[in-house]
């Protein structure tokens, strides 16, 4: 996988798009680390940092009403029933990191449409590098799974706002060395910068908190 390749997608609507991918978020060509590996019930296998973003089933996603027969009306359906997926905090699905997927939840099958349970997790230590690309849908099908190409951050929809200037073409251009390119190792200066300012913000409110407790006591 380079920048400027075309992969499967998953834009706002629920619809599968060709995407294309823009850059890294991450990548360590020659990085040794420690992964999960996910199987589910359908044989597939996802092979994803513990702080990646996957999406979790909490119920099935089919949409009750009558049984649709037209091709059309089938994809209408489907796209329907994505988009509602991807909207935050649903009952339906939600991005969580992938240490947080027990044996028994749900990953999302793209092709199927239908959840995959989970029927087995392995720790493994891969020395074939890590590799997070970055797409204009912050989204990607990877084995037949959605997952966010976000980690670290808890939440998708903060982190693909956050990440907006990333996506945008002019601004690419004039950031250049802040995006990254292809030949760039280790996180993305931007996305890095990012998150020591969220790790410190968030250990201030931590601090103000445990001052705030001392205080009324």
Known sequence: MRPGMTVTGVDSRGRLVEDTVLGWLHKETRATAEILLIKTRSGKELRVTR??????M?????????????????SHEKEQHIQKILELETSVGEAVFAEDIRIGDALFDIA??????????DTLVTSDGLYAPLTRSGRLVVDGILVSCYGTYASHTVAHAALWP?????????WGSALGSDSTE?????????Y????SAARILKDSRVNAIAFAC
């Open 196 to 199: 020591r300012v969220w790790t």
């Open 166 to 174: 990333a996506r945008v073409e002019l601004l690419r251009k004039i």
């Open 112 to 121: 199927a449409h239908l959840p995959d349970p989970v029927v087995a997790i």
């Open 58 to 74: 909490n119920e099935n996603p089919r949409v009750p009403g009558r049984k649709m027969t037209a091709v059309s009306s089938l």
């Open 186 to 194: 280790g996180i993305m200066p931007y996305a890095e910068g990012l």
């Open 51 to 56: 702080q990646h973003l996957v999406y979790r």
